[in-house]
């Protein structure tokens, strides 16, 4: 991908804009962080202390891929779930620093917001991954609204990024708060005698002495709640599927408001906006299509051990399209609507679906073993097009910017690249 002048020109007007409600984020964390970059050598490039934090997440997975290759839900060893804790809040904390430290060394650029961004789009479906399997959700439906909701979550405050020019991190935010609980679910899951066991136990039955069991007895009866949706029988990570889905929806009409309010002072269109939810919106359905297949009589995703290589291609096709849109606001170019791995999914959905669609066998689906072979090819495409344009993007703004991304240095007067001390000697 070529990054035209005009983007380019772009760049060097980008400069960084967030808003941070936490209370949690500004008391307790903000001064562990201010503290903790200390540590870091100002050797150390900013970008690379990002990469970093999500290795730790990287290893997270592996352990679960040691242990539960096919994803089937195994019981891991409560080490493991004290790691996945210990990974993601080191994530978290190395995540919150890189600002402080390209401020540090100075190499604070619109190249460290996409670089940010994208590792914290690929973290988002890898903890969809690992949470639903500590909360014991493994292969199912509800995993795959987990994905899409978090997807949902991320791509909202993207979106609201790109209409104001700034970040706004709510009260209780994915960044902090929602990592945080997440880091919490693992420690419990580690932990408690029960290990996943613990999150299919009735939320109700948390509370002392029976009542609220009782309560949730006594409302079903009284509205006449069918048995599938019984609030006695609600188990807690059902539960907390629901909280955050709340949260999703909660965080959507947030940044519809914050976009709202700043179209009415400038005079634009105030339904304009929404139009670009249509990218995110098509390339799920596609997904969920593909997905649904088997309950046409299709090859089973979901509950299969395809469904870790399929999240991990939906992740993967997610980052590259939440990146383009990252690129567009740093760069101030036009919203992107559309990309080609909606185009692939879309082949392999309709594949999937032949038979009811078009009444003849999957061309490349037809069998488990095709499946097999073509899902896993569809991960390392989505993974071969990522790292590409990944590549591709930073290396031009590198170019233009003279600004190194995992090394701390600069490009001279004369267009060299120096460490940032022998320039400094030169000026």
């Excluded at 040691?66 to 995540?95: C, H, N, R």
């Excluded at 879309?346 to 037809?366: I, K, Y």
Aim: with cysteine; aromatic share 14%.
């Amino acid at each position: 991908m070529r990054i035209t002048k005009t983007q380019l020109a772009g760049v060097d007007k980008y400069k960084y804009s967030g808003v941070d409600k936490s209370i949690v984020s500004k008391h307790i964390l903000g001064p562990f962080w201010t503290w903790l970059v200390t540590l870091f050598p100002t050797s150390l490039a900013p970008n690379t202390i990002t990469f970093l934090g999500l290795c730790f997440v990287f290893a997270n997975v592996g352990t679960l891929l040691i242990f539960d290759p096919t994803y089937e839900g195994k019981e891991l060893p409560p080490w493991v779930y004290l790691s996945w804790a210990f990974g993601l809040f080191a994530y978290q904390s190395m995540d919150a620093i890189d600002g402080k430290q390209a401020r540090r060394v100075g190499m604070a650029s619109a190249l460290g917001e996409m670089f940010d961004h994208g590792c914290d789009a690929i973290n988002t479906t890898l903890e969809v991954i690992l949470c639903a399997h500590a909360l014991g959700l493994g292969r199912s439906w509800w995993t795959v609204a987990s994905q899409a909701a978090s997807l949902c979550n991320f791509y909202a405050s993207t979106w609201e990024e790109y209409h104001t020019g700034t970040l706004y991190l709510s009260a209780f935010s994915g960044p902090v708060e929602g990592i945080l609980m997440i880091c919490v679910i693992y420690l419990l899951t580690g932990f408690h005698p029960l290990g996943q066991e613990l999150w299919n136990r009735p939320i109700f039955s948390l509370v002392p002495g029976g009542l609220g069991l009782q309560a949730a007895r006594w409302f079903d009866k009284t509205v006449g709640v069918r048995d599938s949706l019984r609030l006695e029988t609600l188990p807690i990570n059902v539960a907390f599927m629901l909280f955050g889905g709340l949260g999703t929806v909660g965080n959507i009409i947030n940044s519809y408001w914050n976009v709202l309010k700043l179209r009415q002072k400038t005079g634009k269109p105030l339904f304009t906006p929404l139009l670009g939810y249509l990218p995110f919106l098509a390339h799920s359905i596609i997904l969920i299509a593909w997905l649904q297949a088997e309950l046409r009589g299709g090859v089973q995703l979901v509950h299969d051990a395809r469904l870790l290589p399929f999240l991990g291609y939906w992740g993967l096709s997610f980052s590259y399209q939440v990146s383009q849109l990252i690129l567009a606001h740093v760069t101030k170019s036009p919203f992107p609507y559309w990309n080609g791995m909606m185009v692939y999914s879309l082949f392999g959905a309709v594949d999937a679906n032949s038979q009811w669609l078009l009444g003849r066998e999957p061309l490349v689906q037809a069998s488990p073993v095709a499946a097999n072979v073509f899902i896993c090819m569809s991960f390392i495409v989505a993974l071969f097009n990522y790292v590409r344009f990944a590549r591709e993007v930073i290396w031009q703004i590198c170019e233009h910017t003279g600004i190194a991304c995992f090394t701390v240095r600069h490009k001279d007067a004369n267009g060299n690249w120096v460490e940032n001390d022998e320039q400094k000697k030169t000026n």
